[in-house]
């Protein structure tokens, strides 16, 4: 009987790890990106200037297996590494990786959307003011981004009263000024209302205002009131002293904290245990515009390895940087993040750590609305705990309910239907596990038939590599409910996931809450607040359904004959259009006159005319 080594049964233990001896030894020792996967989706994305030497740290990692590294490197079955040429390619590229598969082990900043930013198109003629999102190399001016709306509408609405700049996309000549030159809310550029001169001095005065020089545009105003009034104009002055009445009062209201006019960020970071609070201040023109928090509850390394990922996760060619950026403490590779940034600006960007005077002031005030966040989650999960407690007991639940789906379904006598399902975890909207599902089976109304589909989608075996929910809401009543026993019992899943259907009021009656194994249905009082979650899922789910059915719908309202041609792409199809003019024109034309379209010859005019006229020849 052959003995086994103990040391070959460790070896081959070793073979089998993702970070093995003999995995390191291929791994390069030059900078570039890895990547840690797990059974079907990416866990971490990191960068290094030496790749082999900051796996192997992985592999020797010696701290405790319930901490976010271990309990990250349990579930890791294989490393994928990516090389660089440069420590600044390998930078890019990890923002560029965390920012496309949000792995769940990184910092992630739950806040997709961008900022609006308000711009002056000053590369035209008679410039307009307009908001937008992105901001572009268009020789326009950008400002902002407004982190609250609200100071933003408020800029917007003194600047429209003071000078009333043209609202018109498209500038054209007319005879005849439109309306809002009538209500005072447009100068009437196109109708030679206003001198090309004088309507430029309210261009100037409004960029004034959004530099943040809005005492220069009030002492300029009461200039040219005094001259006014010294000329007898009246009226004009009038005009200029309820522009400078405006413009102060709103002056009151700013809270203006440098003198300098440089737009700055102001990162907040404040550390409790394991979880991290960041506050991001906006500064623009020496105005607070507001601010940004974001709370991280267990994020994998060091507080500057944190902030450093935070801010290359946040800044991108849509959300362009500040001149200046005001940190709490010296952040990982210092140099390159600011080539970056700078890279991202096409301009200096100055990365620095106050440590007196008025910055120092700014960056207490960042602190403070980071530590704060602790307070306001601590709140949130306490009134989140004791609304799942009560959902659980009054539903008689199996699980605490942290993740519900609610599964509806929208359709118009069968047609353009859809199965919506959205997710709900720990009180809050998790809008990237909502799904739209086109029903394939049935073209005829069948709401159960269309809900046995869509369930058997859901939690068929392709699927169930995603996590399956601690209850399923349905909008429906007994019929739904037995629909969704029969499938998730034919799955083995009856057990695994609570079951709740949701049917609308009747009269005075109320919502009804049905359960398997109960004959009658929970009634719960109208202000309960577990009833009024379950509510919100609901209309939740039916809004996200009828939005796409809409989008079906008008689809499908706009096709037209030309879509159903064979061997005409869309380049063709805006030829015949612009050609004739309308789809109604092109069916009456006759094949010479298709024959003359730009694109189109004799064979393919034949077939054209053929196919239009399909149903006729055969009646």
């Known amino acids: ?221 009461q200039k040219q009131m005094k001259e006014a009034s010294k000329e007898l104009q009246f009226e004009k002055a009038a005009f200029f002293r309820d522009q400078l009445l405006g413009l102060q009062r709103t002056i009151e209201h700013q809270a203006v904290v440098a003198d300098h006019h440089i737009d700055q960020d102001i990162y907040g970071f404040y550390r409790q245990n394991a979880a991290v609070g960041l506050a991001l201040l906006f500064v623009r023109a020496g105005i607070i515009t507001g601010v940004q928090t974001f709370f991280i509850p267990d994020p994998i390394g060091d507080d500057r390895g944190i902030l450093t990922e935070a801010m290359l996760q946040f800044y991108s060619r849509q959300r362009i940087p ?52 602790f307070s306001e989650q601590a709140q949130k999960e306490k009134s989140w705990n004791t609304l799942a407690a009560n959902l659980q007991k009054k539903l008689h639940l199996k699980n605490v309910p942290q993740t519900i789906e609610c599964l509806d379904i929208s359709n118009l006598q069968g047609k353009q239907a859809v199965g919506s399902l959205v997710c709900f975890a720990d009180g809050e909207k998790d809008t990237k596990n909502f799904r739209h599902y086109r029903i394939r089976n049935l073209d005829t109304p069948d709401d159960y038939a269309m809900m046995e589909e869509v369930l058997q989608r859901r939690f068929e075996l392709s699927d169930k590599r995603r996590k399956l929910p601690d209850m399923l809401l349905l909008d429906g009543g007994k019929g739904q409910l037995a629909k969704a026993c029969d499938v998730l019992g034919q799955e083995g899943l009856l057990g695994s996931v609570d079951l709740v259907a949701i049917a609308k009021e009747k009269g005075e009656e109320g919502e009804k809450l049905f ?46 004959r030309l879509d159903d041609l064979q061997g005409v792409g869309e380049k063709r199809r805006k030829n015949l259009i612009k050609h004739f003019g309308s789809v109604k024109r092109v069916m009456a034309a006759d094949q010479n006159e298709l024959e003359t379209v730009s694109g189109i010859g004799p064979d393919l005019a034949h077939a054209i005319f053929t196919q239009l006229h399909a149903t006729e020849n055969e009646t």
Not at 517 to 545: C, Q, T, V
């Open 1 to 221: 009987m052959p003995i086994s080594n103990p040391d070959d049964s460790t070896k081959s233990l070793e073979k089998e790890a993702p970070l093995s001896s003999d995995f390191l030894a291929t791994v390069s020792t030059g900078p570039g990106v890895y990547q840690m996967l797990g059974k079907s989706e990416v866990l971490y994305v990191g960068k290094a200037i030496n790749l082999r030497k900051r796996l192997s740290q992985y592999a020797h990692f010696s701290g405790p297996p319930h901490s976010k590294t271990g309990v990250m490197l349990s579930h890791v079955r294989r490393a994928e590494t990516i090389l660089t040429t440069t420590e600044k390619e390998a930078l890019i590229l990890e923002a560029s990786l965390i920012k496309k598969h949000r792995p769940r082990y990184n910092v992630i900043l739950r806040d997709d959307k961008n900022y609006p930013l308000i711009m002056v198109s000053t590369s035209e003629r008679w410039p307009r003011i307009n908001i937008t999102r992105k901001r572009l190399r268009d020789g326009n001016r950008y400002f902002g981004p407004y982190a609250a709306t609200s100071a933003m509408r408020s800029t917007l609405k003194l600047l429209y009263t003071l000078f009333p700049l043209r609202r018109c996309k498209k500038f054209r000549e007319r005879e005849r000024a439109c309306l809002n030159f009538q209500m005072g809310r447009c100068l009437a550029p196109c109708a030679g209302k206003v001198s090309h001169d004088q309507y430029m001095q309210s261009v100037a005065a409004v960029l004034q205002i959004l530099e943040g020089k809005a005492d220069d545009v009030a002492a300029d105003l």
């Open 322 to 373: 500040p001149r200046e950026i005001l940190l709490p403490f010296e952040i990982e590779d210092k140099d390159l993040v600011q080539d970056h940034l700078v890279d991202l600006r096409g301009s200096a960007v100055t990365l620095h750590v106050p440590q007196r005077g008025k910055r120092m002031q700014l960056m207490q005030m960042a602190a403070s609305n980071a530590e704060k966040l």
């Open 515 to 560: 359960r398997p194994g109960r004959k009658n249905p929970i009634l719960l009082p109208p202000n309960n607040p577990a009833l009024l979650y379950l509510m919100r899922i609901r209309d939740e789910s039916h809004r996200f359904g009828i939005t796409f059915h809409r989008k079906l719908r008008n689809k499908e309202t706009l096709r037209s």
